[in-house]
């Protein structure tokens, strides 16, 4: 599998709990995407890193959603004190390149957050 | 500010027949855009994209896009659509000196036989 992995794929939580979604890039691309998808509307952008760095953030909603990409590769979404407003499709895509040269965005099969 | 808007959330038509998504955008600054596909139970895909020069893009499965400026408009259209291209269809543009992506609500095509 040369794609684009995230892990889980489905994940139910509490009300309050915290959760982390993990992403695992393509092997070698610098940039990578984090995306929330509600039902029925298009994905909407969170937050990107280029390597490492986490270069762009604008679209967290709140406090409570922090991401990471210590080592930049593997990068994990967390989640915090979940609220059902924050059910939803977590998309993560990488590209190969980073600068503003357009690069393809290739997009993993997301995790379906639930919050009862 | 800055937008996607796909006028038509389902679109159902006849297996062979023609087919068009519409797709306007707001925006100040210049940008790419594109159209995404996603298939039941599968991921997005880009299905084709506009970054400069012909305003006329191809996919390599008969889809088609044109890019009107005046219009500010991205029409995603198919002479004759099969029953394997029922999918969920997001049009998006990116600002070219980001790297966000901005998605429209996307716009269900069911073909039916």
């Known amino acids: 599998g040369a794609g684009v992995s995230q892990s889980p794929r489905y994940k139910v939580a509490k009300r309050g709990q915290d959760v982390a979604l993990r992403c695992d890039p393509i092997?070698?691309?610098?940039?990578l995407f984090w995306y929330q998808q509600a039902l029925g509307q298009g994905p909407e952008f969170l937050t990107y890193?280029?390597?490492?760095?986490?270069?762009?953030k604008s679209g967290l909603p709140s406090d409570r959603f922090f991401a990471e990409r210590p080592e930049g590769s593997v990068s994990t979404l967390k989640i915090q004190r979940t609220q059902q407003e924050d059910s939803a499709v977590y998309l993560c895509?990488?590209?190969?390149?980073?600068?503003?040269?357009?690069?393809?965005?290739?997009f993993g099969p997301g995790t379906r957050l639930t919050v009862l | 500010a800055q937008s996607v808007t796909q006028l038509d959330s389902q679109v159902p038509v006849f297996e062979e027949a023609p087919v068009e998504l519409r797709c306007n955008y707001s925006?100040?600054?210049?940008?790419?855009l594109f159209w995404y596909v996603q298939y039941p139970n599968q991921g997005l895909q880009l299905l084709l994209k506009?970054?400069?020069?012909?305003?006329l893009v191809e996919s390599i499965n008969g889809f088609e896009a044109e890019f009107n400026k005046s219009q500010t408009s991205f029409h995603l259209r198919k002479p004759s659509v099969h029953i394997s291209d029922t999918a969920e269809y997001f049009c998006?543009?990116?600002?070219?000196?980001?790297?966000?992506?901005?998605f429209g609500s996307g716009t269900r095509l069911q073909v039916q036989p």
């Open positions: 895509a990488s590209s190969l390149a980073g600068g503003t040269s357009y690069n393809e965005q290739f």
């Open positions: 092997s070698g691309h610098v940039s």
């Open positions: 890193f280029q390597n490492e760095a986490q270069l762009d």
């Open positions: 925006s100040s600054v210049s940008v790419y």
């Open positions: 506009y970054l400069s020069g012909s305003t």
């Open positions: 998006a543009y990116m600002d070219t000196g980001r790297r966000a992506l901005t």
